[in-house]
């Protein structure tokens, strides 16, 4: 049950499934494809046309971010973010401060934005409601003060509110010697939207950006995504980020892997088919990958230049699986497993107690609620076959708690999720998609 709350709480009671699925979702466009081709094309020459830009609270955050760093956004709809919108590029010359950038609650916007402004005169303050000012920073705002960026924590280091002033590089940063790019060591065990935060920026420093990771590297594939969109603007080597200049484009944002994830884990909890449209072998995106971990747990899978479908009709099995390069996917999987008839251990994932939640104990806690024998491990979880039963369940602030706790109420009656609108992050039309399928 949850705590006593002194005002009321919005429920949302999900619809149970009553036959297997056959059903084409539509997925937004990718959030960490969208807001890394933002941060290009706000540093472009030029103006760029992005086509797929999800709607959710974190894009919106993102672009009133760059607005508040003097980039151009334009689109057709005044009252929501568009599937389309127009970037005019500053040519890597940001308003000057003073100004406060609210990231609201998007940690990926926060970060993104931090190393963005570090470019610029300043001063600007990135802040954020009160959950994102709890999440750690400090890899990022130590990488940026070594770099020469003034940095000044509003309450404590290494967390928002964060005061950031430059420049560090771009047209007003003088000249390197010829040859001589920064250089910058960084942890690679930490969150990779530290690194590609300094990837981003890398070709506005004068002469370039050298990286050293400290540690072994985690999360490679969402580093693959950002060095594929620098790419489509123009930066082609990210291993050591050359000097250079990005240079508008027409770029189209694929389909959101992590989104897609929870209608392709309904065909397996439910039984069925579902297709999810432009998902295809192409992908950049990593959470791709989430349907082959279906497959070995018993779906059929097909991936095509079409996109991706899955469909259960025989029983599911348990995994052994290292998650560390799908760790957004975690609560996804934990909602499947109980469905198989073995175990399932999850390893690899101990970092993602520091996301939006503890997405290990409160994800723990809230499965148990409703009655899945669930165990929290040092980087995992360990979760037995079983059937859920009636349970309200509380989000902690996160998006994907919600809309994963969501698939479990198309396979047990009388689930209720607290705070239903917190899919508004990433998915605002989540729980019609839901209803949808039941």
Request: proline share 7%; hydrophobic share 40%; aromatic share 4%.
């Amino acid at each position: 049950m949850s705590d006593a709350h002194s005002t009321p709480v919005d429920v949302h009671r999900v619809q149970p499934a009553l036959e297997s699925l056959s059903a084409v979702v539509q997925v937004p466009g990718s959030k960490s494809v969208a807001n890394r081709a933002l941060v290009c094309a706000a540093l472009a020459d030029g103006t760029s046309r992005l086509v797929g830009v999800a709607p959710g609270d974190d894009t919106a955050a993102m672009l009133d971010c760059l607005r508040g760093l003097g980039v151009g956004v334009s689109h057709t709809d005044v009252d929501a973010v568009p599937d389309e919108v127009l970037i005019d590029g500053t040519g890597g010359r940001l308003a000057p401060g003073p100004a406060t950038l609210s990231a609201r609650l998007a940690g990926t916007t926060s970060r993104f934005v931090t190393a963005l402004a570090a470019l610029g005169a300043g001063p600007f303050t990135i802040d954020g409601l009160p959950p994102l000012r709890s999440r750690p920073m400090t890899p990022l705002h130590d990488a940026l003060a070594a770099l020469g960026a003034q940095v000044t924590p509003g309450e404590r280091w290494g967390h928002v509110p964060v005061t950031v002033g430059g420049p560090i590089g771009g047209p007003d940063a003088g000249e390197a010697a010829p040859g001589v790019s920064a250089h910058v060591a960084i942890r690679g065990d930490v969150s990779s939207q530290y690194i590609t935060a300094l990837m981003m920026i890398g070709p506005y420093l004068p002469g370039g950006l050298r990286i050293e990771l400290t540690t072994p590297l985690v999360s490679r594939s969402y580093l693959g995504i950002t060095a594929a969109v620098m790419a489509s603007f123009g930066i082609d080597d990210v291993v050591t980020v050359p000097a250079g200049r990005y240079r508008a484009t027409e770029y189209t944002v694929e389909p959101d892997a992590s989104s897609a994830s929870y209608p392709l884990a309904a065909a397996a909890m439910v039984g069925g088919t579902v297709h999810v449209p432009g998902l295809t072998q192409a992908s950049l995106q990593g959470d791709a990958r989430f349907a082959d971990v279906l497959g070995e747990m018993g779906c059929d899978v097909l991936v095509n230049d079409r996109g991706t479908t899955v469909t259960r009709e025989g029983p599911l099995r348990g995994l052994d699986i290292d998650m560390v390069d799908l760790s957004d996917l975690v609560p996804t999987l934990a909602v499947v497993a109980p469905f198989a008839h073995t175990p399932t251990t999850i390893r690899g994932v101990g970092f993602i107690r520091g996301k939006e939640s503890d997405r290990l104990g409160d994800l723990c806690r809230e499965l148990r609620a409703a009655g899945v024998r669930a165990t929290e491990t040092d980087d995992g979880l360990v979760i037995a076959p079983g059937h859920p039963h009636a349970a309200r369940m509380r989000t902690h602030h996160d998006h994907r708690l919600a809309m994963s706790f969501g698939l479990l109420g198309l396979v047990a009656d009388g689930i209720e999720i607290e705070d239903p609108g917190v899919v508004s992050k990433s998915w605002p039309d989540f729980w019609q998609m839901l209803e949808g399928l039941a």
